[in-house]
């Protein structure tokens, strides 16, 4: 278990940094009230929630964003030399910048387990954040671990937060609940870091983790650009003069490729249109006018930051995140767009998130199910049952590859709980 100490945090002047696009993405998952949204804010200086649901309840609803940079003091030795700031607190030197990293706040509660399904499908690495002050795992802890396997995210760090709330016997009892149940999974061999995000204690051994346990991952820029959205909204305040309104913003994060000011874009599955009694979906073009990661323009965009794209697009065509699940490329170079869907089954053996252990019971003809594919979320009917495969009828389309691994939920009780994945048959 690493050691613990406390950094007493001197008040430093920030010299500004030349913009650059962050690197790698980051995701931070666990169970409701563990710290996520308080470690973000340690990590980057931004705290996530915003939505007034969010404020009011102490919860992440939707998917958080934030970019930092993480430095070295050349002078410093150990993890006193790592942080986030370009000059050293300990001795107020120069630090080098190491890279800037994209950080995506997952929420952790039950009900709000789709939307971190939807975030998975943009991260790189995890960490997974317990609360010290509880006993590991709890419920969500156990599903959001599952769902990183099965879109799998290898690279995890298991952040054991709220140490400072307990004795060191019982942070020690907990490191071993933690060690028992990561046994055997994909976070088997993870990396282990004790915190207190409140206090700010430890959070340069952690900096220091995620450099040395997070490899910037290789982006093959040569393909055509890929962008799942995580988020769309309207950023005109009401009584904007006709003349001053600005296009909708699309958020999310590229898979692969790059993206451009000025290209001209395309928006699928799109949206509805009902005619003559029949439902289609329309692509949306539009053009991109401007990319921002954080606080800063870019000209351009790689995959590994979190990005907003300032387009062309009718505001209303995307506020209270009417396009989230969408997917953005140039056109006609976009994966299909399937109302319907044959799946292969991979199920659990038990239903994950539930207190109490339940077996996954076959998927049956006629029962409704939440998927997941990349950062969409839909529910399909199951119309048809063969030997290997079976067929869902979607109320919503999915622009998907045939690759891609979908998650599937089944509603248990009066939650949608996680029993698998899919794959295209």
Known sequence: MPRVKKVESKKVESKKEPARQPEISIGLVGHVDHGKTTITQRLSGKWTDTHSEEVKRGITIRLGYA????YKCEKCKGAEAYGSNPICVHCQGKAKILR???????????????????????????????????????PQTKEHLMALQICGIKNIIIVQNKIDLVSEEDALE???????????????HAPIVPISAKNDVNIDVLIQTIEEAFPTPKRDLKKEPLMFVAR???????????????????????????????DSIEIRPGRKIEREGKVFWLPIPTKIVGIHTGDTALESAEPGASIALLSSLDPSLVKSDSLTGTVVGHAGKLPEVYSE??????????????????QVEAIKKGENLMLNVNSSTTVGLVTDLSKNFFTVKLKIPVCAEKTDKITVSRLVGHRFRLIGYCTFK
């Open 232 to 262: 769309s909204f309207d950023i005109n305040k009401p009584g904007t003069p006709f003349m001053n309104i600005q296009g909708g913003v699309l958020g999310g994060a590229l898979k692969q490729g790059v993206l451009k000011v000025g």
């Open 174 to 188: 907990n490191y071993k609940q933690i060690k028992a149940f990561i046994k055997g999974s994909i976070a088997e």
């Open 341 to 358: 869907m044959q799946l292969v089954p991979h199920l659990l053996e038990r239903v994950v998130g539930t207190e109490k252990e339940l």
């Open 67 to 70: 970019n930092a940079s993480f």
């Open 100 to 138: 800037a990293v994209s950080f995506v706040d997952a929420p952790g509660h039950e009900t709000l387990m789709a939307t971190m399904l939807s975030g998975s499908a943009i991260i790189d690495a995890a960490l997974l954040l317990v609360a010290a002050d509880e006993e590991c795992p709890q």
